[in-house]
């Protein structure tokens, strides 16, 4: 396996044949199209499509541009044998099966800040309308009914508006209503406190701000932990009057307990912008006084619409193309300048991880990435990723760089990350160590000419190795006539000896033999080759 072969789906990342295939298949601005084509992709723009007409015509794409309505199943996913990429141009990928994806190494990117600005904005918004009731003081204006008295609203300066989620949206949110001379709590337990004194806002636990805040306006995921955090219990535990806001996702209010909530009077406004059901045809809360609703509209700004277009068409160009990774959800992120850079420490280390995993056998405890000298410079993520997904290969072959790190840590595996600055023998050194149940062995390897992959060092003993195509690996009791006897075999059975690499702990000791063979070594020769004289082990390796 080469350095490409790492990137993604085993597949030439950047050495394409043909241009990569990605289809766009939500509505999104034509600049993505645009800069896909420019770039060097083709590109297909097919929305609307049903589950099975998608499923019908994925297999062709390398990448695949969404916003949030295509659904990314598993059995789409099942289905796209070629895709490596799945950008999401905006911030939620609740719509895709990450899991799967990672596990069939697809690399899944988002635009995370390309709509923030335009989406608190709609909070904003939305926390005007419920003061001043704007929607409906319009939908009467219109009628004809100019009833002044009907609408008497609320005043935000002095008010205290409830964060819950204080991220990149929450913070915005959080600023404009700073400018509005508002007082703001937040709930977020990933919210430090000099983050909090940062923004020039106060952090709460969930029942204080329930319990304080005027308004509630809601910035997180939707998770296990953040589902219903607006319960029909969390609903009760708020202050009458109270208006809530919620851009985020749909699931995090409880729907029915808020249309109770309303209707008593409990909570005097509320506005949802997604729904735990989209697209929300219907609701029991439509036609709820002092209730208002936007269709998902959070993020649609013209302004907004092209940021996250223009970014998803860029990153998942880079990575179709050169490799470079912004803003993954399942892999490292490599900078597109970066990419190139550590090509050949990939493909090094991706050499090294296979080496190990064909040497090993017996259950592994712990797999160390050890960089030296030049190698500590760099993002030591991918070349971690790159040894894993060699080790990992030779137990399955459609184990990359995106999904090797999580079947590492399925399979229980310890994967450390050791760097030493200065150098050693060589101005640049990966070194991989395997702990198993046989102790701890590592092998080395540095690159020549600062682009040639070569091993320098296997199981402590020396020996210089380019480790590509057909090997055999032996080891043996250093003596006098066993390179001939080891020549005679191959020569016998027709098999073409390219190198020959040696190396040996002392003189008379055990010693190592590397070569490269012009085709595969069968089982038979193997065993003709255990039964020569000193021989302790031989087996074919390939990379
Ligand atoms: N309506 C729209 O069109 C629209 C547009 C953009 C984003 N969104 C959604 O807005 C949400 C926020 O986006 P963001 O960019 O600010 O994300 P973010 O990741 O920057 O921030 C999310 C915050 O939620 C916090 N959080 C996580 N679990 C929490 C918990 N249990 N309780 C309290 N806080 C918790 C995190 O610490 C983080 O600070 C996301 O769900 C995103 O999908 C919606
Ligand atoms: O997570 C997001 O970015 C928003 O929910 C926007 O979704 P949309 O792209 O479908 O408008």
């Known amino acids: 396996m080469d350095a490409d072969t790492v990137t993604a789906r085993n597949s030439k990342i950047g050495t394409y044949m043909t241009k990569p295939k990605v289809l766009i298949s939500d509505k999104m601005d034509p600049q993505a199209a645009q800069i896909f084509a420019e770039r060097g992709c083709d590109v297909d723009v097919i929305t609307g499509k049903t589950p099975e007409e998608l499923k019908a015509i994925i297999g062709q794409y390398d990448g695949l541009a969404i916003r949030s309505s295509t659904r990314v199943t598993a059995d789409i996913l099942e289905a796209a ?76 300066t002095s008010k205290t508006l409830g964060l819950i989620g204080a991220g990149n949206i929450g913070s915005i949110v959080a600023d404009r209503a700073l400018g509005l001379r508002m007082k703001v709590v937040a709930f977020d337990p990933f919210l430090s406190p000099e983050r909090a004194l940062e923004l020039g806002i106060e952090k709460v636990d969930l029942d204080e701000l329930l319990a304080r805040a005027d308004f509630i306006t809601l910035h997180t995921p939707l998770t296990d932990q953040t589902r219903n955090i607006l319960s029909k219990e969390n609903i009760a535990k708020t202050k009458k009057g109270v208006r809530i806001i919620n851009c985020a996702r749909g699931g995090l209010v409880d729907e029915a307990a808020l249309k109770e909530a309303l209707d008593s009077g409990h909570v005097a406004g509320a506005a949802l912008d997604v729904f735990v059901t989209e697209p929300a045809k219907e609701s029991p809360l439509f036609g709820t006084p002092n209730f208002v609703s936007t269709p998902h509209l959070g993020a649609s700004t013209s302004e907004a619409q092209v940021n996250v277009a223009l970014q998803v068409a860029e990153q998942m160009s880079d990575f179709l193309l050169t490799g470079g990774v912004t803003n ?16 050949p420490y990939m493909a090094l280390a991706e050499k090294l ?25 760099l993002n030591a993520k991918p070349i971690v990723a790159a040894v894993l997904a060699g080790f990992l290969r030779v137990q399955s072959d459609s184990v990359n ?26 101005h640049t050194l990966i070194r991989v160590s395997v702990k198993t149940e046989a102790g701890e062995r590592s092998v080395a390897g540095t690159l020549f000419s600062n682009s040639e992959p070569r091993l320098v060092e296997l199981f402590g003993i020396k020996v210089e190795a380019e480790l590509a195509g057909h090997m055999m690996y032996i080891v043996n009791e250093d003596a006098p006539g066993f390179i001939g006897r080891i020549g005679t075999l191959l020569g016998e059975s027709a098999i073409n000896i390219g190198t020959f690499n040696l190396g040996r702990r002392e003189a008379g000791g055990e010693a190592v033999l590397l070569l490269s063979v012009d085709s595969p070594v069968p089982a038979s020769v193997l065993e003709q080759a255990r039964a020569l004289p000193g021989v302790k082990r031989a087996m074919a390796l390939t990379f």
């Open 81 to 156: 044998t070629n895709l490596k990429v799945i950008g999401r141009a905006g911030i939620g990928v609740d719509n895709v099966d990450i899991p799967e994806a990672s596990a069939k190494g697809i690399v899944v990117m988002n635009t995370p800040f390309g709509n923030s600005i335009t989406t608190a904005e709609h909070a904003i918004a939305l926390m005007f309308a419920l003061a001043r009731q704007l929607p409906e003081a319009d939908a009467s204006t219109q009628a004809g009914k100019w009833e002044k008295n009907r609408f008497m609203g609320v005043e935000l």
């Open 328 to 343: 993954a959800l399942n892999m490292p992120s490599l900078s597109a300048e970066e990419a190139p850079k550590l090509k």
């Open 353 to 377: 991880g296979s080496l190990v995993g064909q040497l090993t056998t017996g259950s592994l405890a712990r797999i160390s990435v050890h960089t030296e000298g030049a190698a500590t410079e």
């Open 401 to 426: 760089m995106v999904n090797a790190p999580f079947l590492a840590k399925e399979r229980g595996m310890e994967v450390r990350e050791v760097k030493t600055e200065r150098e050693g023998d060589y």
